[in-house]
């Protein structure tokens, strides 16, 4: 589905069961929506599932001047309130979870899932493609999904990317959101490859350690695609924090 917010189109999927509560899934720099819902799909019996292309990513139009992480958060703000969603739950991994990491300094949400989210400048050693690539190698399953990421991922890193979302991913990457981390109070849970290259797992502790209600969970040997790495162990672990009050 395809709805136009500040001037953008933006594409998104809604589906699952609409009677229950609703989880956000917001990927990462270079992808796309199809990088979400191997979380997604399997939750979507006990939960509703809103999944987005992130603005200049996947079928969703690129911002037509240079946006701040902080449009990033009020663009999807705006397209869940439109779609009369309160409290949602928000699923974010890497640039998504920083942008989850804002919301939730912000607006409203009942609880808070972030998959190695950057949340000040680090050292990248490896492209983002390469760092994916390696990781979906190694999950049981995902060879569709690894194939499809070779095709399409790496299509909007700095080197392929238009001017205006080069500028966008620079200010991502330089822009530390420290201080608006102190103010989140939801219910948090940071899942985290111990061989994280891109974010180290001593970010997690770091971020554990600003959020009065958080808690680390380290996935040994894996690296910042975690979350695929293990898939079925961090679907049965968002399964069970969405169960605790």
Not at 38 to 67: A, R
Not at 71 to 83: F, G, K, M, N
Not at 198 to 220: D, K
Request: charged share 25%.
């Amino acid at each position: 589905m395809i709805k136009e917010i500040n001037k953008v189109k933006i594409n998104y999927e809604l589906y699952g069961n609409k009677q229950k509560k609703t989880i956000v899934l917001l990927h990462g720099w270079g992808q796309n929506i199809e990088m979400m819902k191997p979380l997604g799909n399997p939750l979507s019996k006990e939960y509703q599932i809103l999944v987005i292309d992130l603005p200049g990513h996947g079928n969703s139009e690129e911002p037509k001047e240079v946006w701040s992480l902080y449009d990033y958060v009020e663009a999807v703000h705006t397209l869940i309130t439109s779609l009369k969603i309160k409290h949602p739950v928000l699923v974010g991994h890497s640039f998504g979870g920083k942008i989850s990491l804002l919301y939730a300094s912000k607006y409203e949400v009942e609880k808070l899932i972030i998959l190695a989210a950057p949340f000040k400048k680090e050292i990248q050693k490896l492209s983002l493609k390469t760092k994916c690539l390696k990781a979906l190698k190694k999950v049981p399953g995902l060879n569709k999904l690894e194939n499809w990421a070779k095709q399409h991922m790496g299509s909007t890193d700095y080197r392929n990317a238009s001017p205006i979302m080069r500028q966008i991913l620079v200010n991502h990457v330089n822009l530390d959101i420290t201080e608006e981390i102190k103010k989140i109070t939801v219910p948090t849970l940071l899942i985290w490859g111990t061989m994280d290259e891109a974010v180290p797992l001593a970010r997690a502790y770091e971020l554990e350690s600003m959020i009065p209600n958080a808690g680390v969970v380290e996935y040994e040997g894996c690296t910042h695609y975690a979350y695929l790495e293990r898939l079925n162990q961090t679907v049965s672990v968002i399964r069970q924090f969405m169960r605790e009050e």
